[in-house]
């Protein structure tokens, strides 16, 4: 057994393919610390002396140790290849749903939480060695799995981010990271872990104020404070910073995407656009732009697509409908809208289905 246990160890440390081969190394390492107490066992019963007991025990440690060492490095590998840039390309069909190596990341996260009882033991070995050789392992290795947990979904996170800047359409970026946070989240809350493994470090700068009559910027960022609706929903939540940050995103994307669509209707309309015939048109124009580029668009969690259609509605259909009023009031006479509120209600509802 002690023989398999070296070949599987150097194998390991020469071992280019890492993530495949991590399970399997943990489940040796498993294997190993639930045997030996019965094979030293069989050994203490053989009246043998104390010495040559000590001496086998110190054979198994090693070999623990030595494996220890190769989940070390394989970790070590797996984190590597994470945060290569090459695995974070960003094609058109992954900025509308979830990117491959999120998925990785996380089934990635959800090995380690599932060995939790092997990596605890491994953690401890790695703290008494510190203390004995005054060596440490990298930072992002720390005390407790969930702590290195936390740390993997931190670089996670940060990796999106940097995605995310490849992405031109700024409402899509903020579409790309909704998906893909609300996957980690979803994925988070399934192995029971603490909410605090989530987001900690994220944070979006509020906008600066800019003239009413601007669109936002391409690629500024943007959070308001969650909308007062949400505020029970968020109380009873157990995953807060997962909630606090998808809202985030939603104000974001709402501010980009759809902030300039309603500025038509009330903002003065530069002179180029007067021959359009006015802000209606104008509104109209840009509305059914962006409803068509954004059909395309997809969001596969189905209550994330059903907040987020919500979302849009709240934010078009009662400007829409007081723009519609007023200029009743107001006695105008210019042509009928060529969609009713209803009707471009209707519209938004086919928002995100891909």
Known sequence: MLHFVDAVAH???HDDQAPETLPGMLLVYTCVV??????????????MTSSMFDAINAVFLRKMNRLSDAIWSMMEKVRASFVRDGCWRVSSAEAGGVHKTTRLMMNYIMLLSRNERALSLILQEDQQQQQQHLSHQP???????????KDLISCLEKQLEKASNFISDPGLRYIFLMNNCSFISQKVSSMLLP????FEDYKIERPKKRDSRERPSPMEDYVNQPD???????QMDSNLDGLLMIQSFIEAYLDASWE???SCLY???PRGFLKLGGRLDKFECEFHKTYT???QWKVPNPELRKRLRKAVIEKVIPGFSKYLAERTTKAKSNRPPKNTALELEELLEELFEG
């Open 11 to 13: 194998a390991a440390l």
């Open 34 to 47: 639930d045997d030996a107490p019965a094979v030293l066992a069989l050994f203490q019963e053989a009246s």
């Open 139 to 149: 930072d992002y290795y720390s005390s407790t799995v969930d702590i290195l947990i």
């Open 195 to 198: 909410s605090w493994t989530l």
């Open 228 to 234: 007062p609706n949400l505020q029970e929903q968020i």
């Open 260 to 262: 300039p669509v309603m």
């Open 267 to 269: 903002y003065d309309i």
């Open 293 to 295: 580029m954004q059909r």
